[in-house]
């Protein structure tokens, strides 16, 4: 029997406890963005708010895949998460988009915001119900909330450049188009719509050079132009769950209930079935038996 000396032991558990603790510290470092967004967004930094939260979408798909890199994903770290998620990407984004247009468009025109804030913490509640204790699968079961509120969160530096100015802003989007979206957005947060995960990477199969080159994109683009690239980004991936499924819905072909079936789920009789010439002839030959 091999012992491990004391001080190794002593050593390796320091780096459990290092390891297990790093996911949540990168949730946490999501939290910190969050809540700096909403005290940009009140005080009328609105491009760094949105930035912020950008920043907390990054560390929320880091603390992810440190946890299962790792193998230390608890479920302590799950609910954490999900109420951080409800402030970065609920509370903060919705504060954004008040603080920028709705708080002069009227007394009620929160609730927008709080419509689309009940919509993110309905998607949360509903994704720790179905994945708890399930294999991950490489669909989400409705739009992302990381996704929908970093779409909102990249509307101002994207409406604030020159290529929108030149081409897009005669549709007065910062208002009407801002009500749609936000709608849009919570609606597909708490449907059946399906979104892809972002893909693994690697080097070893086409899958995986696949979402390399994803990620290398979302990376450059990110980086260079993030004003001009991220807002289309969302809509695309936002625009691509409703496409699919609205081809999906298209092709699937509507079963044929039969007659009989239809009058009795409509609370009808069913039909009696047809007289035929050998049913006659039973009838007359019970009448013809003596009864016992």
């Not at 012992?3 to 470092?29: C, D, N």
């Not at 025109?109 to 119900?129: D, E, G, K, Q, S």
Request: hydrophobic share 50%; glycine share 10%.
């Amino acid at each position: 029997m091999e012992l491990i000396p004391r001080e190794e032991g002593v050593r390796r558990r320091t780096m459990r406890q290092v390891v297990v603790v790093l996911p949540s510290a990168f949730t946490l470092g999501n939290l910190f963005f969050g809540f700096w967004a909403i005290v940009s967004a009140f005080n009328g930094n609105f491009r760094w708010a949105g930035w912020f939260i950008v920043f907390a979408g990054i560390l929320d798909m880091l603390d992810g895949r440190v946890a299962r890199l790792s193998n230390t994903g608890t479920r302590f770290g799950a609910e954490l998460d999900s109420l951080v998620d409800l402030i970065s990407f609920g509370v903060a984004p919705a504060l954004l988009i008040y603080f920028l247009d709705f708080s002069n468009a009227g007394r009620f025109a929160w609730i927008l915001c709080y419509i689309y804030v009940t919509a993110v913490a309905l998607r949360l509640a509903r994704f720790n119900v179905l994945s708890a204790g399930k294999p991950s699968t490489g669909w989400f079961t409705g739009l992302p909330s990381p996704s929908a509120g970093m779409t909102l969160a990249v509307y101002y530096p994207f409406s604030q450049t020159e290529w929108y100015r030149a081409s897009l802003a005669y549709l007065d989007l910062q208002h009407q188009g801002l009500v749609v979206l936000m709608l849009l957005l919570a609606l597909l947060m708490v449907s059946n719509v399906k979104y892809p995960k972002f893909p693994g990477i690697g080097l070893r199969s086409a899958r995986g050079l696949f979402g390399l080159a994803v990620y290398v994109t979302i990376l450059l683009g990110g980086i260079l132009v993030p004003e001009y690239f991220l807002f289309p980004l969302g809509l695309l991936y936002v625009s691509y769950g409703i496409v699919r499924a609205t081809i999906l819905g298209l092709m699937e072909r509507p079963e044929t209930v039969p007659e009989t079936d239809e009058r009795i789920a409509d609370g009808g009789d069913p039909e009696p079935p047809p007289v035929t010439h050998e049913r006659r002839a039973n009838w007359r030959d019970r009448r013809q038996m003596p009864e016992e």
